[in-house]
């Protein structure tokens, strides 16, 4: 660790931390939703089934909570403790969805505490249900808050610089600024495609493992038609994405399509390599494609990055990181798509092939890898800046000897964490199996023809 100087070393811990939290907060704000779904259509049909996936879905849904407070509160440390300098100049500007943040985060326990203990409770389902709107409002808040400060750091605004020093903040404008719908947005849809993957994914392992139960085709159907949903909307969102990049970051844009000189009637480049001289090899081009996404219009002019200082550039490589991203959710919604299409298919026996509910279990790691994909792209783009423009990365770093000491710590604290988690939840659901809770709560349901 001696070797590395605090800076990579600095960066290295959070991103570290950031890949570890995402999964546990995307988790965390769209299992909510999901639950809130499945007791809704239970509540709807009177369908008992749905009422015990919502059930066991927010007994594992509390563990992954756990987990996410304590990679969340790593963050908020680290912060203080590795980019001081970020935290003194910029603090005020983003000191209002920190403190919001953690208010939306305290809502969600409490609600979430009483919803857990009041399941039959209510001679009305639907007032218990109720119960799980704040807890749904407040971990998609969380979400915004956190993500309008990251949206800060790559369009910063709401405050002057005079004489080198930031100055006049103004927090609501900071927080609002050009990046905090397209980010926002695109955060919240893609944590409920990966709590929707995941569940899918879970739903399609019980069957593949030859439990037929018609409660697992119920899991499967809703968490798959939710996955599709969800991941066409992230798409979608997407595109608005790459309009406001080439509006407001055009060399993040430019890096990752390798686009190296302004021009209309730009192509998209889809994979290859990047030879010493700057060409692109191997690589399929689409015609126009780029100034389409950039501008919705063929003749729109992309800025290449011949336009921007040689030390502003980000690194060539997230080219690849934008186009795993993006192959991650063409998958994400073709899976799903195809298990729906399917499903309207003529024929008396439909079953489930075993190649589709591979495919479906593929689900979940697919859209774990395209939301940890999309935020090292999101990180690595705005290199060299902390706030772009204003601040770079090594000038906001500490400069102490011990990072290399925490890193191996919160390197060793994670492994812990995510270990005991997957421990944890494989025995919750293992020493009681769904078939004997329903035995034990009166549920009736045969196997799938």
Not at 139 to 150: E, G
Request: one cysteine or more.
């Amino acid at each position: 660790m001696s070797s590395l100087d605090p800076v990579t070393l600095s960066r290295m811990l959070t991103g570290l931390t950031l890949v570890v939290h995402i999964i546990f907060a995307s988790i965390g704000v769209g299992v909510p939703l999901m639950i809130a779904l499945a007791e809704w259509r239970g509540i709807r049909t009177g369908d008992p089934h749905y009422t015990l996936l919502a059930r066991r879905w927010a007994r594992g849904f509390v563990i992954s909570v756990a987990i996410g407070v304590v990679t969340g509160t790593a963050i908020g440390l680290q912060l203080s403790l590795l980019w001081p300098t970020f935290m003194r100049v910029a603090g005020q500007a983003i000191a209002l969805p920190l403190f919001m943040e953690t208010f939306a985060f305290f809502v969600e326990a409490i609600f979430l505490g009483i919803y857990l203990y009041t399941w039959e409770r209510f001679k009305r389902p639907m007032l218990h249900l109720l119960l799980l709107i704040p807890v749904a409002i407040g971990s998609s808040a969380s979400a915004f808050f956190i993500t309008t400060l990251n949206a800060f750091m790559n369009t910063p605004q709401g405050f002057t610089l005079e004489n080198g020093v930031f100055a006049d903040f103004q927090p609501l404008v900071a927080m609002f600024n050009p990046a905090t719908p397209t980010k926002v947005s695109h955060v919240i849809a893609s944590s409920y495609t990966v709590s929707a993957g995941l569940l899918a994914g879970v739903a399609a392992y019980s069957l593949l493992k030859g439990r037929k139960h018609v409660y697992f085709k119920k899991a499967l159907k809703l968490t798959v038609t939710a996955t599709f949903v969800f991941a066409l909307a992230t798409a979608i969102i997407g595109d608005f994405s790459g309009k406001f990049l080439a509006h407001y970051q055009p060399e993040k844009l430019a890096a990752a399509e390798w686009h190296f000189e302004t021009m209309k009637q730009a192509p998209l480049i889809f994979g290859g390599i990047l030879d010493e001289n700057n060409e692109v090899k191997y690589a399929l081009k689409i015609p126009l494609a780029l100034s389409v996404l950039a501008g919705g219009s063929p003749n729109t002019e992309v800025v290449g990055l011949d336009e921007f200082p040689q030390d502003e550039l980000p690194p060539l490589f997230i080219h690849y990181l934008f186009d795993l991203m993006v192959t991650c959710g063409m998958l994400l919604v073709v899976i799903p798509f195809l298990y729906l299409i399917r499903g309207r298919l003529p024929g008396k026996n439909k079953g489930y092939p075993r190649w589709m509910l591979i495919s479906i279990i593929a689900l979940g790691p697919l859209a774990m890898a395209a939301i940890e994909l999309g935020w090292l792209y999101a990180e690595f783009g705005r290199q060299p800046w902390i706030v772009r423009g204003y601040m770079k990365v090594s000038e906001a770093a500490t400069t102490s000897s011990s990072v290399g000491y925490m890193l191996v710590l919160f390197a060793f604290l994670y492994i812990v964490l995510c270990l005991s988690c997957i421990k944890v939840l494989s025995k919750l659901f293992r020493n009681k199996d769904v078939l004997a809770e329903m035995k034990e709560l009166g549920i009736e349901g045969g196997e799938i023809s």
